[in-house]
């Protein structure tokens, strides 16, 4: 159930996001909580990315679903923060298999308490942003398996943020406004981001990987009625079921 809000034009949704994410990543940088180190990283070939990006669109996607939705805004926050989670606490383990065999031993990992932590999220945002049961739930499973998915696919620089801008470019041209300005949300955010992540200047982690998919799940939830809803939640979850075992191979090849 989305806000009755008067309808901001997705141009100005966009340009905000954008300067949301790039205002946050510059606040970031010169400050630097924590220390440097704590925020730089090695991606695959070994050089060395800042992880200012992956707070900075969160940051944005969570202020823009708030004019949406508060309750969605405060779902997609929740998401952003189970990825940072991991970012922080995360082990060796890779897809949802290993972390799963881990629960079933008594072992409750990084990967096990963003995979829960993010499906409650979505369902919360889920119910949020539609208003029968079925059409939330179904709604909840789209948001987050879209999350899931898009950081699966974060296996190479620029692969994630540049898998959310084509994807929900498209959804600018939804009648529905709300659809339209959760799209524009996350394609601004994507977009400010980029450039650096593509330069191997920047990385956005599982924060800003699942945070961006979490604002494109929504802009399918909010734009399609249950028969749709009902065929994008097949397709996240088995998109994320491939995902898992696609990113496991790539990651083993190195």
């Known amino acids: 159930m989305v806000s009755r809000r008067r309808r901001t034009p997705r141009t100005t949704s966009l340009a905000r996001a954008a300067f949301v994410t790039r205002a946050a990543l510059t606040a970031l940088r010169a400050a630097a909580p924590g220390g440097r180190e704590r925020w730089e990283r090695?991606?695959?070939?070994?050089?060395?990315?800042?992880?200012?990006?992956?707070?900075?669109?969160?940051l944005a996607t969570a202020?823009?679903?708030?004019?949406v939705s508060p309750l969605a805004g405060v779902a997609l926050a929740a998401v952003g923060c189970c990825g940072a989670y991991d970012d922080v606490a995360g082990d060796h383990r890779r897809g949802f298999r290993a972390h799963l065999a881990a629960l079933r031993e008594g072992e409750v990992t990084s990967g096990a308490v963003k995979l829960f932590g993010i499906s409650a999220a979505g369902l919360l945002a889920g119910a949020a942003l539609k208003e029968r049961p079925a059409d939330r739930l179904l709604a909840g499973i789209v948001i987050a398996g879209a999350a899931h998915f898009v950081n699966l696919v974060d296996v190479r620089p620029g692969r994630a943020a540049g898998a959310v801008v084509a994807l929900a470019a498209p959804g600018l041209l939804r009648e529905e406004p709300d659809?339209?300005?959760?799209?524009?949300?996350a394609l601004g955010a994507a977009g400010a981001v980029l450039p650096g992540d593509l330069g191997e200047r920047v990385m956005i982690g599982d924060t800003g990987a699942h945070?961006?998919?979490?604002?494109?799940?929504?802009?399918?939830?909010?734009?399609?009625?249950?028969?749709?809803?009902?065929?994008?939640a097949a397709g996240a979850?088995?998109?994320?079921?491939?995902?898992?075992?696609?990113?496991?191979?790539?990651?083993?090849?190195g």
């Open 237 to 253: 979850v088995a998109a994320a079921v491939w995902g898992d075992r696609v990113s496991g191979v790539v990651r083993s090849l």
């Open 179 to 185: 659809a339209a300005e959760l799209a524009a949300v």
């Open 63 to 67: 202020v823009g679903a708030w004019r």
């Open 42 to 58: 090695k991606n695959y070939a070994g050089r060395t990315v800042e992880l200012y990006a992956g707070p900075a669109t969160a």
């Open 211 to 232: 945070a961006l998919g979490a604002a494109l799940g929504a802009a399918v939830a909010v734009g399609n009625g249950r028969a749709a809803l009902a065929v994008h």
